[in-house]
């Protein structure tokens, strides 16, 4: 009798498991990437993804990420067990309340996390070792993670006053150099053939449009395409000095030279070989580069259900 209650509990344990969903969301100031991934059994699951706009409880107001979140419900489904939210500008106890109520009312799910954006990437790019962790896309910030958790982490202040090494910056001092005669007559010429802007129209998107820092950002990819001339190389290197001199003060040579610095970010993905030079030429250690932490939280989440 004994046996056959252990037999029956292990089966409904496994049916459970079978059942498990688990909606996972990685949001940038640029865009949100959502995976709903359904644990089948120890060796087999399904994943569907679904790519949509920033979210950040911050800058957004509560009609707009509903709004948003209607169609993440749509493409993925609205009942799950688990929730796990990894998001910009969430820097406190009431911003993360905020998205969790938000998520609480718009999903079904007993289960829902919040938490910034800098704890999904260091547990992406250092897995279960110690060391310094760094967003490089729209927006920029570093931590230092103790292997399960960030025990300490710099300010991050916004692209107002901070974010060097982000693509806001890169982006903002071209705009400048441009319009003020001071970037070279070719880069000029060939950025208004691509994008044929006045001086009203960047007054327009910075002051009377919404989310400027996604449109100032959204000029990186010029930066990328172009970084063979000589303006957009040193642009560049002295954007990469910048994030280094100001962010890595907050770290102890032991850190930077023994524990290592990981990057994550569609910054530090396209300008990885110019971030790896300014991390050899300083003696540090480069822990690894990847674009999205996504992939490695998946796996992570198929490993150990957290």
Known sequence: MYILRVFINFVGNIHIFERMKI????????????????????????????TGIGISPLHHDTDMIEEELRLVRAALGESYDKIRFYGTGIGTPMISGKMEAILSEMFSCSDIKVDGDMAGAAAAVLGSSPGIACIMGTGSNSCHYDGKEIDRKTVSLGYMLDDEGGGVAFAKRLLSDIFKDLAPEDVKQKFMEKYDLSVSDVVEHLYRQPSPNRW???FMPFICENRSHPYISSLIESQIDNF??????AYSDKELKEEGIGFAGSVADVLSDSIAKAIEVRGWKLRGI????????????????F
């Open 23 to 50: 909606l996972i969301a990685d949001a940038g100031a640029t865009k949100t990437d959502w995976v709903k991934l359904t644990l089948k059994d120890a060796s087999s699951n399904d994943e569907e993804t679904y």
């Open 216 to 218: 100032i950002a959204s």
């Open 290 to 305: 990847i674009r999205k932490p996504l992939p490695s939280l998946i796996q992570k989440y198929k490993q150990t259900n």
């Open 244 to 249: 280094f001199n100001r962010e890595f003060r």
